[in-house]
């Protein structure tokens, strides 16, 4: 993380009714716009304060009950891409409200309504959440349009146990070449009572681990485990007499520099593996002064959009011997290692990619490992001053410093911007989209909450120094110390997660190891490792959730 001053200013997220009808109204008068509507109103499929009656206000379904929809197999896998067969006793609508595969366009859409006659049975291609066994079918009456969705902030369970925050949404055609399945956008009213068919997934894991070791996030479609052993890799400190690089198994010592022979092996290394996921990987070079800005980037382009590019990215460079950390006049030394600063961020690129290279998006995918970040955004401001002409970055993803957080004492931040003012929500689109995300595929709504007081209380400081249990807080950040800050400055709105910071003592400093970042995660429940594992499952998915929903529509920037 760039290590600048904090600039000042204040968001307060919502937290109550009052807030709400703030961002609803500024969405109606950004809805003038024809562009910003079709985005914002995807956004708001699954975000917006209930716009009528809530669930179970109007008469219920007629003669349709959940148990006439059977699902198989018995056995449902968590976290993964899995084809499931739905079967009708009677005639019936159900909505799904996960990702599933359109089996016209074969693309990644946000849910879907299918009419099912009686004894007919369809396939769907579904993916069911990592960390959450308890997902729910809505079944309703054949041709029903109109459906009751939970409130952003909740899961889908807190919503069967008191769905009055809810909203609503109806059946849309299908806008993808080829799609066949509806797309689902807002609608004005609930369409009445549903039936809920509750079922229950299991997440596959590795059978050589422990829970010690994070078992529980080692399976899936993606997983923390991984992460966590890119890690464990590229800071490899063993020595190694033939490597003339850096002497060391790993990719150490990766310090912008000209002359400096580590950091050059780190960029041909990384190259070689964004390669052999089959991405077209360009190193693009940016003179800097009297230095050069390297960035790795790997791209696949887009089946439908693809002069829009959607882009991650993480810096992979660390700081160098004699970097100065503001704060109380204590001057840092530099790290070999830079396991949290940033080798966690790239090692989550990575992971994205790895999965992400083989799907079919209809966006440009841009996974980027940004140089020269300790010195001033080097590396992300050239990318992002530099964007061919006819191209838009349609959103930006951000991966710094995120591990030393929840399920650990520390807060997750997930921050998004551009911040405009401290007292409204400027970009209700992006925040309910982290928040529908959260709230549900990752069981998280309770800490959300929390964090959500913690944030409103008091700002973003506390939250990169204090201690705390159960707290994730997704806010407006009006500070700009991360790469973010390039793409924001082109007007581009971004999501991004990390953990502590100043409160970090090994920030920019040789201790910034894998070891020591275990030893911070440790508590009484859990292993360090295992936290650790925990923390990168759940950062990377909520990563890979983000894409698969702006891939469909992007969010745009409010401002």
């Not at 009714?17 to 961002?23: D, H, V, Y």
């Not at 849309?172 to 080829?178: A, H, K, Q, R």
């Not at 973003?460 to 793409?487: C, G, K």
């Amino acid at each position: 993380m760039y290590n600048a001053y904090p600039k000042t200013g204040k968001c307060i997220p919502h937290n109550g009714n009052e807030i709400l009808t703030i961002c609803f109204n500024k969405m109606v008068v950004v809805g003038r716009l024809m562009d910003a509507v079709r985005a914002l109103m995807m956004i708001a499929v699954m975000s917006l304060a209930s716009l009528s009656g809530c669930f179970g206000e109007d008469e219920g379904p007629g003669g349709v009950e959940a148990g006439d929809l059977k699902v198989s197999p018995g056995y449902l896998p968590g976290g993964e891409w899995t084809t499931i067969e739905l079967s009708a006793d009677t005639d019936m609508s159900v909505f799904i409200p996960y990702f599933i595969q359109d089996p016209g366009s074969l693309r990644a859409q946000n849910g879907t309504v299918l009419d099912i006659e009686k004894g007919r049975t369809v396939n769907v291609k579904i993916l069911f959440p990592p960390r959450n066994p308890d997902v729910v079918l809505l079944v309703g009456d054949y041709g029903r349009e109109n459906w009751p969705i939970r409130a952003a902030d909740e899961s889908w369970m807190d919503w069967m146990n008191d769905s009055s925050s809810g909203s609503s949404v109806m059946a849309s055609p299908n806008e993808d070449p080829g799609g066949e399945w509806v797309w689902i956008i807002p609608a004005n009213s609930t369409g009445g009572g549903v039936e809920i068919k509750h079922l229950t997934t299991l997440r596959d894991q590795r059978s050589d681990l422990g829970e010690e070791n994070g078992v529980g996030a080692s399976g899936g479609w993606l997983n923390g485990r991984d992460v966590y052993e890119w890690v464990d890799f590229i800071t490899d400190e063993t020595p190694d007499p033939l490597d003339l690089a850096d002497g060391a198994k790993g990719y150490l010592d990766r310090w912008i520099g000209n002359g400096n022979p580590a950091y050059e092996d780190a960029i041909t290394y990384f190259e070689g593996v964004m390669i052999g996921y089959g991405l077209d990987v360009q190193v693009h070079r940016f003179q800097t002064g009297t230095l050069w800005a390297v960035n790795i980037c790997g791209y696949k382009a887009g089946s439908v959009y693809p002069d829009e590019w959607l882009v991650f990215g993480a810096h992979f460079d660390i700081a160098p011997p004699a970097a100065y950390t503001p704060g109380p006049g204590i001057p840092g030394y530099g790290t070999r290692t830079g396991a949290y600063d940033n080798t966690a961020g790239t090692s989550m690129v990575l992971t994205t990619a790895s999965v992400l290279a083989d799907f079919d998006a209809r966006r440009t995918m841009v996974f980027c490992l940004w140089s020269s970040e300790e010195e001033g955004l080097w590396g992300s401001g050239a990318f992002a001053g530099d964007i061919p002409d006819g191209v838009t970055v349609s959103n930006y993803l951000n991966l710094d410093m995120a591990g030393i957080n929840y399920p650990g004492d520390f807060a997750l931040s997930v921050y998004l911007g551009p911040d405009g003012s401290g007292d409204v929500i400027d970009q209700p689109g992006m925040y309910h989209l982290a928040e529908w995300i959260g709230a549900d595929a990752f069981d998280l709504s309770y800490q959300i909450e929390r964090g959500r007081e913690e944030w409103a209380a008091s700002g973003e400081s506390p939250l990169w120094q204090n201690n705390y249990e159960d707290m994730v807080a997704i806010y407006e950040s009006p500070t700009a110390r991360s790469d973010h800050d390039s793409f924001q400055q082109i007007g581009v709105a971004t999501l991004g997660w990390n953990g502590v910071v100043d409160g970090y003592p090994c920030y920019h400093r040789d201790c910034d190891k894998l070891s020591t970042m275990e030893e911070y995660m440790v508590t009484e429940s859990a292993t360090g490792e295992a936290n650790l594992v925990h923390s990168w499952d759940i950062v990377t998915w909520w990563a890979v959730y983000a894409f698969l929903h702006m891939d469909q529509t992007p969010v745009p920037n409010e401002l």
